[in-house]
């Protein structure tokens, strides 16, 4: 039999039980309305025609077929069983209100198999036959009809009925509507990313960046305000802030700690534009200083600060912190937007760089493993004087070892990561600890970190770019040492690789692959990379983000380390 007209080989028990207790009610009902046991025919005629459609619920012709029968049967039914009633003395046709309730059995089961359509046809059927058997019946010399209690009770149950049907009908809409309002968590992330690079591509710039979104920020508040210096700072966790973006001068070096006692932190906690007459760096000796800081606030959260400076007693007043708030109040959705893009994509590089290192570990490592082993095998069987296949297979298995030792460290430097509690000097300093024992190279490490931070997306881009060089170094250098210099003060940093190998012929950063993709790590995040001879021998691959620090600055942490 076609899928289409497959039948269930049981009926469901609920739903026998259901016209059973059904069946058994009206019953119960006629022989209380007629006191005739005769009368009881009409509900195993009912039984008969329901049975069909017990038995086979989904068949596309029987099923319905099936229903039609007994809502005939059921008007015919209630038609004559109020007759009789009203004969035995029952006032006026009120005996159809016994046998009328297992209209609701055929009903429910077309809005439990959403056939409302069905049920619709089913009442009018159903009223249809009450007014045929009602208009044929005799009572009392007249048709049945022209009792008002046969047409009030039949009237009533075919309004609850309805009722129910529409029920029944509104209820599933309002449940397919929430369910298309809550489509799966993957289906959802596609559409929001999909409707994410339509938006981002229709931006000024077409970029999402948040250093670029800051400083397209701050030249338009110059247009409207006084600043002889200005940052847009961020938060980076732990009570501190980074600057995304400044102008002006070439550096300031900013209070960017929330528990200080600033006009920052009290913007910061307040949400409301703050004006000072001191200067917000924590190294500026200049005389009249006016500061503004207007937060940034998305919704509820505050997602950023804009700190403006002036050398010049009330240089805000009101009037030109209305027009600057103006500005600010649209840019913190861009700026929010920005930042929420930047940290996807740095959860998405994390995952596929963790998903690299599995396939790695679990494929190309196992099987050169296995290699290994047959070789360990083969020379174990080497009995004769085959002096000459002994050697070839030692130095096969070297050639191996050294793969599977490239294989780890490239799962390595895969898993390495700017822990935001140890700084990105110290995972620099790990790393080349790391390569420098595995290369044979005896590292020296110089570590001037300062306290504050540097945004995550650019400190990531900065250890990718020193993991480079240092694997440069220890692969094609056949150097001895290697001098790492890291020197971070936001917004300036500097990372220095140098070795005392033998040089590279050509410095030009498109000359091979590995300085190409440094030097697109350092172009993304506004930096320099610079590629120079070292004297006496060697190369010297530095990245530069910034201007020069200045040396009166407080610094977190300063200690040359060597090994």
Not at 67 to 89: K, P, T, Y
Not at 126 to 145: E, I, K, M, N, Y
Not at 255 to 273: F, M, N, R
Not at 509 to 535: F, N, S
């Amino acid at each position: 039999m076609p899928a289409s007209t497959a039948t269930a080989p049981h009926p469901h028990p609920l739903a026998a039980a259901a016209r059973l207790v059904m069946l058994a009610l009206i019953a119960v009902l006629t022989l209380f309305a007629t006191h005739d046991v005769a009368q009881l025919w009409w509900i195993a005629l009912l039984a008969v025609a329901g049975l069909p459609s017990l038995l086979a619920p989904q068949h596309r012709l029987v099923g319905p077929l099936s229903r039609v029968a007994e809502v005939v049967v059921l008007g015919l039914a209630a038609s004559h069983v109020a007759a009789v009633a009203s004969i035995g003395g029952t006032v006026d046709g009120l005996g159809a209100s016994a046998v009328l309730p297992y209209l609701a059995v055929p009903v429910t089961v077309t809005a439990l198999r959403r056939r409302f359509r069905e049920g619709a046809a089913l009442l009018v059927v159903t009223a249809a036959t009450l007014l045929v058997s009602g208009a044929v019946t005799r009572v009392d010399g007249g048709p049945q009809l022209g009792q008002a209690g046969y047409l009030a009770v039949c009237a009533q149950w075919l309004i609850l009925a309805a009722l129910g049907l529409y029920a029944a009908g509104t209820l599933h809409r309002v449940m397919a509507v929430r369910g298309e309002g809550k489509p799966q968590p993957y289906a959802e992330a596609t559409r929001l990313l999909t409707q994410l690079r339509t938006v981002a591509r229709q931006l000024p710039g077409a970029t999402l960046d948040p250093g670029g979104i800051s400083e397209h920020l701050l030249e338009e508040l110059r247009t409207v305000a006084r600043a002889d210096r200005g940052a847009v700072l961020s938060a980076s966790g732990g009570g501190r802030l980074v600057v995304l973006a400044q102008a002006g001068v070439d550096r300031v070096d900013w209070e960017t700690t929330l528990d200080a006692d600033s006009a920052i932190a009290d913007a910061w906690a307040t949400q409301q534009a703050t004006t000072a007459a001191r200067s917000q760096s924590r190294s500026h000796r200049g005389a009249e200083v006016s500061a503004l800081i207007i937060p940034l606030v998305a919704g509820v959260r505050t997602v950023g600060l804009v700190v403006l400076e002036a050398d010049a007693a009330q240089a805000y007043p009101p009037p030109v912190v209305s027009q600057v708030t103006a500005l600010t109040r649209p840019a913190a959705l861009r700026l929010e937007a920005a930042l929420l893009f930047d940290e996807v994509r740095s959860l998405a590089t994390n995952e596929e760089r963790q998903r690299l290192a599995r396939e790695i570990h679990d494929g190309v490592a196992q099987e050169l493993v296995m290699v290994g082993y047959g070789i360990d095998n083969a020379l174990a069987t080497v009995f004769d004087d085959a002096d000459e296949t002994a050697e070839a297979l030692r130095t096969l298995r070297g050639e191996v070892t050294r793969v599977i030792q490239e294989l780890r460290l490239s799962l390595f430097e895969l898993r390495s990561e700017v822990d935001r509690q140890g700084g990105l000097a110290a995972a620099i300093a790990e790393y080349a600890r790391t390569v420098g024992a595995s290369g044979g190279l005896r590292v020296h490490l110089s570590l001037d970190e300062s306290t504050a931070r540097l945004p995550a997306a650019t400190e990531a881009e900065l250890l990718r770019i020193a993991q480079e060089a240092v694997t440069n170094a220890r692969k094609h250098a056949g150097a001895s040492n290697l001098w790492v210099t890291c020197e971070v003060d936001p917004p300036y940093a500097q990372i220095e690789v140098s070795d005392d190998g033998q040089g590279m012929a050509d410095q030009r950063p498109d000359g091979r692959y590995g300085l190409a993709i440094m030097a697109e790590r350092a172009e993304r995040i506004r930096g320099r990379l610079e590629i120079r001879p070292r004297q006496p021998s060697g190369t010297t691959v530095a990245v530069v983000l910034g201007t020069s620090a200045r040396r009166d600055n407080v610094r977190g942490s300063a200690a040359p380390e060597g090994e």
